[in-house]
């Protein structure tokens, strides 16, 4: 199996912008007692809906919070989580809300960790029977004509990167998890540890990086939905 992983394509000409954030967050951590570090970084699940959870005024403002809090709170979210899901502080929940302006192709990345699709685009996609789409309404308002509907697509975490692309590694924080090792420029993912049939995921070490399967990238070029580029990423199993 070939992947890929996901960008914007500036070449396209498109001038879409989005300004918006998930409805709900984890905290960061403040200070851990190992490492003495301040920190957030996180997943997001766009369709998890944390109205059930008593607290919900607590997940409404990004801020750091001792580790003891930030472990409580992950509690309280666990049980609404989709299967394969992990948390790290400053995990976001529920739809996008902001605006956005300008024109879009049929798929869009604003950010390299954010993937939206038009929902006509989503329906294509998800008929060519891929594995693991799944389209979140979003909440952003266009103050234009023609305004698309942008659905973010729930991206599962999957896969890590192989020790080969990273010299520099250092062993997570004991205590809070925090990694300490930089994204490299070149990356290579490590085969074994892609073990779940999904087409689109985004790195457990690095949820920054969104990567897909050769098959996601041949049905988005054969559909010719526009917006994003598709960069080989090489893999190789470790032992």
């Not at 939206?116 to 008929?127: F, G, N, S, T």
């Not at 054969?222 to 470790?238: I, M, Y």
């Amino acid at each position: 199996m070939r992947y890929f992983t996901i960008d914007e394509d500036r070449a396209a000409g498109l001038t879409g912008f989005v300004d918006a954030a998930h409805k709900w967050k984890l905290p960061g951590i403040r200070n851990c007692p190992v490492c003495k570090s301040t920190w957030s970084a996180g997943f997001a699940y766009p369709c998890v809906d944390l109205t059930p959870v008593a607290a919900l005024a607590d997940f409404e403002k990004a801020r750091p919070e001792p580790i003891e809090e930030y472990e409580r709170l992950c509690e309280l979210v666990r049980p609404l989580l989709p299967p394969g899901a992990l948390l790290e502080p400053g995990t976001t929940f529920g739809p996008l809300v902001g605006r956005g302006q300008g024109r879009f192709g049929q798929l869009v990345s604003p950010y390299p960790w954010w993937l939206l699709a038009r929902r006509e685009a989503l329906v294509k996609i998800q008929a060519e029977g891929l594995r693991g789409l799944e389209g979140c309404h979003t909440e952003v308002r266009f103050r234009q004509r023609n305004s698309p509907e942008l659905l973010e697509l729930q991206i599962l975490p999957m896969g890590r990167l192989h020790r080969d692309c990273l010299p520099h590694h250092q062993p997570p924080c004991s205590r809070c998890g925090r990694g300490r090792t930089p994204l490299p420029d070149d990356l290579l993912v490590d085969a074994t540890t892609i073990q779940r049939d999904l087409d689109l995921f985004r790195l457990e070490d690095f949820s920054t990086v969104i990567v897909c399967t050769e098959r996601f990238a041949d049905a988005c070029q054969r559909l010719g939905l526009d917006g994003v580029a598709f960069k080989p990423l090489p893999s190789k199993k470790s032992r």
